[in-house]
């Protein structure tokens, strides 16, 4: 599902093609209601009738729904999901086959990133 720029998708219009691989494409796209630029990732038509993808994908979403960042992602009901691009794995940002250790990759992402913010708050809270 090739997005050109200026479309709409619900409240998203697409700005520009970001990336694209064997799990979907990403784009550049800015919401319309809260004014900020967001990441829109559209999975091959193929993958809605794949009952794996389609659970792999909702897990995708499921994370990035419970990040507390800049950049939390949602699932829309036409698969689509906001978010950053920054939790997929090297194998999956090139295009290449991916299996359960991308989500693996995505979880070690958020991990690191909490740890990061775990030592910045311990750094600005002063304790006794």
Same mark, same amino acid.
């Given at each position: !599902?090739?997005?050109?720029?200026? +479309?709409?998708?619900?409240?998203?219009? &697409?700005? #520009? @093609?970001?990336?694209?691989?064997?799990?979907?494409?990403?784009?550049?796209?800015?919401?319309?209601?809260?004014?900020?630029? &967001?990441?829109?990732? &559209? =999975?091959?038509?193929?993958? +809605?009738?794949?009952?794996?993808? @389609?659970?792999?994908? *909702?897990?995708?979403?499921?994370?990035?729904? #419970?990040?507390?960042?800049? #950049?939390? %992602?949602? !699932?829309? #009901? &036409? %698969?689509?999901? =906001?978010?950053?691009?920054?939790? !997929?794995?090297?194998?999956?940002?090139?295009?290449?086959?991916?299996?359960?250790?991308?989500?693996?990759? +995505?979880?070690?992402?958020? @991990?690191?990133?909490?740890?990061?913010?775990?030592?910045?708050? *311990?750094? @600005?809270?002063?304790?006794?």
């Amino acid at each position: !599902m090739a997005l050109a720029p200026g +479309a709409s998708v619900g409240a998203y219009e &697409v700005i #520009s @093609l970001v990336g694209a691989g064997g799990m979907g494409e990403v784009y550049r796209a800015r919401d319309r209601k809260l004014n900020r630029d &967001v990441a829109l990732k &559209v =999975l091959p038509d193929a993958f +809605a009738v794949d009952a794996d993808r @389609l659970a792999r994908f *909702k897990r995708e979403a499921q994370v990035l729904a #419970s990040l507390n960042n800049p #950049s939390p %992602g949602f !699932m829309t #009901s &036409v %698969g689509l999901i =906001l978010g950053t691009a920054a939790y !997929m794995s090297p194998e999956q940002a090139r295009g290449k086959p991916v299996d359960k250790r991308t989500d693996i990759w +995505a979880f070690g992402c958020v @991990l690191y990133e909490m740890g990061d913010w775990f030592d910045e708050l *311990k750094r @600005l809270v002063p304790t006794n």
